[in-house]
C-alpha cells in the first residue's frame, strides 16, 4: 500500500485520531514532538523487532523519510530520551481504553478469558519488603482460545492481584455490559468481593480451590457421587496425559459454608501422566468452585486457563525482553506492557504469528513503515 492511500485511509485517521484524544501531561511550551507520533513510532519499531529506546530511534533514522511523508515526523526524529519521557507520563488507564476500543469496541460470542498477574523483574526495589519487592505486577484479561489481550492494571500500592481483579471486572463490564464471558482465575480469586461480582454480572467461572492436603483428604472423602464426568487425554511425542473431569452437588460438604452463595458446583480433575521414554506414571487432583455451567464447558475453560502464561507472559519475557527493561519511573513500565500486548494482538489478527513471534518480528524487520502500518490498519475495527 501506497503512503497516500495509507493516508486517505479511514482507519488510519481514526487510530490517529484515538491517539491524539490521549492527554499529553508533558509541559506544554516544551513539546516538540506530537504524542501520537512517538506512540506510533514505538509500536511500529516493536512491530519490526526492536526492544529498546535506543532501537526504536535506530529505527526511526532507518526509516525517517518515510515518516516524514506520512506526517508522523513534523519536526524531525525524537531522542529515546524523549521517547521515554513521553511513555512515562501518559495515564496507563486512558491508554488501556484507547487501544482496546481500537482493536475491540465489541465481543461476539462468549470468550474465555483468564485473568493472571506478571511481575516485571527489572523493576524491583530493594528497599521495598514483601513477596512482590516493589516490581510491577500487571494483571491481564488474556482472551485464551484467540490469543488476544484485552484490559490490563497493575496494583501500584503494596497489595496483590486479588485488589486488582475486582478493578478488572468492573472495567470489563463497563466495556461490554452485555458480553457474558468464562471467567477463570487461579486460587487468589477465591474472595468474598471476586465471587460476588462474578454473581452480580452473572459470569460463569472456574476458579482453583487451593487449600491444604487434609482439607483436600477430607473434601475426596465427601465427593462420591459424580453429577456428570468427561475425559480429555493428550498424546503428545514422549508423554500421555488423561484428564477427567467431574461435577459434584453441594450437598453434604462441610467447610465451604461461607462460599455456598456464590457457587453451584464443586469440579474435580484427576490428571495421569505417563512418560514413554521412563515408564514413570505420576497422578494429581485439583479442585475447583464452579458456576451453574455444563461438565464439557469446565472441561474447555480449565483447559485453555494456563494459555495466558504460554501464549502472553513467556512471549513478553522471551520475545520482548520484558524482564531486562529497568524503567521505573512515572507509568512507563505499564504503558510499555501495554504497547507490547498491542504488537501481539496485530500479530495475532493479522496471522502472523504461524510460527513464533520471534521469527514473525524477525520476518516484519524487513517491512517498510507503510507495511507495518498496512497490517495496524488491517487490524483496527
Known amino acids: 500500500m501506497s503512503i497516500r492511500r495509507i493516508i486517505r485511509n479511514k482507519k488510519f485517521r481514526r487510530f490517529i485520531r484515538c491517539l491524539k484524544n490521549l492527554t499529553d501531561k508533558r509541559q506544554k511550551g516544551k513539546i516538540k514532538h506530537p504524542l501520537e507520533s512517538c506512540l506510533i513510532i514505538i509500536i511500529l519499531s516493536e512491530l519490526s523487532g526492536c526492544n529498546y529506546f535506543r532501537e526504536f530511534v535506530l529505527f526511526g533514522k532507518k526509516h525517517e523519510s518515510k515518516l516524514k511523508k506520512l506526517g ?12 521515554e519521557r513521553m511513555v512515562h507520563k501518559v495515564d ?3 491508554l488501556n481504553k484507547t487501544l ?25 526495589d530493594s528497599s521495598i519488603k514483601g513477596s512482590y519487592g516493589g516490581m510491577k505486577d500487571i494483571v491481564t484479561m488474556f482472551m485464551s482460545e484467540s490469543k488476544l489481550s484485552l484490559l490490563s492494571y497493575n496494583n501500584s500500592d503494596k497489595g496483590n492481584e486479588m485488589n486488582v481483579i475486582p478493578v478488572l471486572l468492573k472495567m470489563f463490564h463497563e466495556f461490554y455490559p452485555n458480553v457474558k464471558p468464562y471467567i477463570t482465575i487461579d ?6 468481593e471476586i465471587l460476588g461480582l462474578l454473581k452480580e454480572y452473572e459470569y460463569d467461572f472456574v476458579i482453583v480451590y487451593k487449600r491444604s492436603k487434609e482439607t483436600m483428604d477430607e473434601l475426596s472423602k465427601v465427593l462420591v457421587d459424580s453429577l456428570k464426568e468427561a475425559k480429555d487425554i493428550v498424546v503428545n ?15 453434604g460438604i462441610v467447610g465451604i459454608e461461607q462460599w455456598l452463595p456464590y457457587i ?11 512418560y514413554m521414554i521412563t515408564g514413570e506414571i505420576t497422578k494429581s487432583e485439583y479442585y475447583y468452585f464452579t458456576s451453574d455451567i455444563s461438565v464439557n464447558e469446565f472441561m474447555k475453560i480449565r483447559r485453555h486457563h494456563w494459555a495466558i502464561e ?13 524482564d531486562r527493561m529497568r524503567m521505573k519511573k512515572g507509568h512507563a513500565s505499564e504503558n510499555m506492557n501495554l504497547l507490547r500486548k498491542f504488537v501481539l494482538n496485530v500479530l495475532a489478527l493479522t496471522n502472523c504469528t504461524t510460527e513464533s513471534v520471534s521469527a514473525s518480528r524477525d520476518e516484519l524487520k524487513y517491512d517498510t513503515p507503510q507495511q507495518l502500518l498496512y497490517r495496524i490498519i488491517h487490524s483496527v475495527a
Not at 508522523?72 to 521517547?83: E, F
Not at 511425542?237 to 450437598?251: A, H, K, V, W
Open 72 to 83: 508522523l515526523l513534523p519536526n524531525g526524529l525524537p531522542s529515546h530520551d524523549t521517547l
Open 92 to 94: 496507563k488507564l486512558e
Open 100 to 124: 482496546v476500543d481500537l482493536l475491540f469496541p465489541s465481543l461476539k460470542n462468549r470468550p474465555i478469558i483468564s485473568i493472571d498477574g506478571k511481575c516485571i523483574r527489572a523493576t524491583r
Open 187 to 192: 486460587g487468589i480469586g477465591i474472595t468474598h
Open 237 to 251: 511425542s514422549s508423554r500421555i496425559e488423561t484428564r477427567i473431569f467431574n461435577l459434584y452437588s453441594l450437598e
Open 264 to 274: 453451584s458446583h464443586i469440579g474435580k480433575m484427576n490428571s495421569k501422566v505417563e
Open 310 to 322: 504460554n501464549s502472553l507472559h513467556w512471549v513478553l519475557d522471551n520475545s520482548f525482553k520484558e
